[in-house]
């Protein structure tokens, strides 16, 4: 059950293993492709160990994970990964290397874990972006999230203050319910006209 294996037209997901340790730093290394992530860009191999042994490996040890590398059928070699968090939130985070932005990966991606959340039985998932990333939202808005409301946050580790549009999508016909932890956290929150 913990992180099955998922195929798309283009795309196979499957659990990181101690061999992606290279693709893993290349997605990592990348400046801009972690400008809106809550980490620094990894500088060597060692710090990129640390960062699966702390963010992936941890997850696998869990009854039920969701803890995705994303590879391209035709050499499965790994571009970028996708989470569901198991925590109350459920949030759905992703990042792909920056060659392959702009090509509908992310979104192809999502569909397929989102379907398989949806299947074992998880209720709803949030997700969130930087209102400066607003192609991130573009993928949640793709697959269906709905946008809630938007709340500041002094982001760590990089300590500067973000504001965050939270979408949520629920997989339970519970339309109505809207996960409120961030807003309720926040001493500045709002909904964003359209």
Same mark, same amino acid.
């Given at each position: 059950?913990?992180?099955?294996? *998922?195929?798309?037209?283009?795309?196979?997901?499957?659990?990181? %293993?101690?061999?992606?340790? !290279?693709?893993?730093?290349?997605?990592?290394?990348?400046?801009?492709?972690?400008?809106?992530?809550?980490?620094?860009?990894?500088?060597? =191999?060692?710090?990129? /160990?640390?960062?699966?042994?702390?963010?992936?490996?941890?997850?696998?040890? #869990?009854?039920?994970?969701?803890?995705? /590398? =994303?590879? *391209?059928?035709?050499?499965?070699?790994?571009?970028?990964?996708? %989470?569901?968090?198991?925590?109350?939130?459920?949030?759905?985070?992703?990042? *792909?290397?920056? !060659?392959?932005?702009? #090509?509908?990966?992310?979104? !192809?991606?999502?569909?397929?874990?989102?379907?398989?959340?949806?299947?074992?039985?998880?209720?709803?998932?949030?997700?969130?972006?930087?209102?400066?990333?607003?192609?991130?939202?573009?993928?949640? #808005?793709?697959?269906?999230?709905?946008?809630?409301?938007?709340?500041?946050?002094?982001?760590?580790?990089?300590?500067?203050?973000?504001?965050?549009?939270?979408?949520? *999508?629920?997989?339970?016909?519970?339309?109505?319910?809207?996960?409120?932890?961030?807003?309720?956290?926040?001493?500045?929150?709002?909904?964003?006209?359209?």
């Amino acid at each position: 059950m913990n992180t099955p294996t *998922l195929e798309t037209e283009r795309l196979i997901l499957r659990k990181f %293993t101690e061999q992606d340790m !290279e693709a893993l730093f290349l997605i990592l290394k990348d400046e801009e492709g972690n400008q809106f992530l809550p980490w620094y860009p990894v500088k060597s =191999i060692e710090e990129t /160990v640390k960062f699966y042994e702390e963010r992936y490996a941890l997850k696998y040890a #869990q009854p039920q994970a969701y803890a995705y /590398v =994303i590879c *391209l059928k035709e050499d499965h070699f790994p571009i970028g990964y996708m %989470t569901v968090d198991m925590e109350e939130q459920h949030d759905f985070g992703y990042g *792909l290397r920056r !060659e392959f932005w702009h #090509q509908g990966i992310a979104t !192809e991606a999502a569909k397929a874990v989102i379907e398989q959340v949806k299947k074992d039985g998880l209720p709803y998932i949030t997700a969130t972006h930087d209102r400066n990333n607003p192609r991130s939202g573009g993928v949640m #808005q793709k697959v269906g999230m709905k946008y809630q409301y938007s709340y500041e946050e002094q982001w760590q580790p990089k300590n500067f203050l973000v504001t965050f549009r939270m979408y949520q *999508l629920n997989l339970d016909r519970e339309e109505s319910r809207v996960y409120k932890k961030y807003w309720d956290n926040s001493a500045v929150h709002f909904i964003e006209a359209d």
